[in-house]
């Protein structure tokens, strides 16, 4: 199994946690929009209160349900809420699995950097 495989393997069978944290950090580090949050406590944690957080959801015409999990806000401010998080990802595993190689950049994961690092000693 090559480098990639293994990359993507780990992204599909990680806990939801993990995902999200190495999702976000991928977002943030190429430049793409959609982070992901877990829903519960989120407007709180923005500091936005409950007459707002409503405002925001009805103006922005999204397909929000408080009672799902995970919310991501769209690059057009929208709000998507899901109980899978796989769904609300904008890309697929192996284009995270791409950058991580392309970039030698483990996004925070220490099994990421172990994977890195056992390929660079095989190859080296």
């Known amino acids: 199994m090559d480098l990639k495989e293994k990359i993507v393997d780990f992204l599909s069978d990680c806990s939801d946690n993990d995902l999200m944290g190495i999702y976000n950090e991928y977002c943030n580090e190429s430049g793409n929009s959609g982070d992901v949050y877990w829903h ?38 929208n709000y998507e809420t899901s109980n899978d998080l796989r769904y ?14 392309e970039n030698d950049n483990s996004l925070c994961s220490d099994v990421i950097a172990d994977l890195l690092q056992e390929y660079k000693e095989k190859h080296s």
């Open 40 to 77: 519960d406590g989120f407007f709180s944690d923005m500091c936005i209160d409950a007459d707002e957080a409503a405002r925001a959801v009805w103006a922005s015409g999204s397909d929000y349900n408080y009672q799902h999990e995970f919310l991501k806000i769209t690059a057009y401010g």
């Open 88 to 101: 609300l990802l904008d890309v697929d595993f192996e284009e995270i699995a791409d950058y991580i190689i």
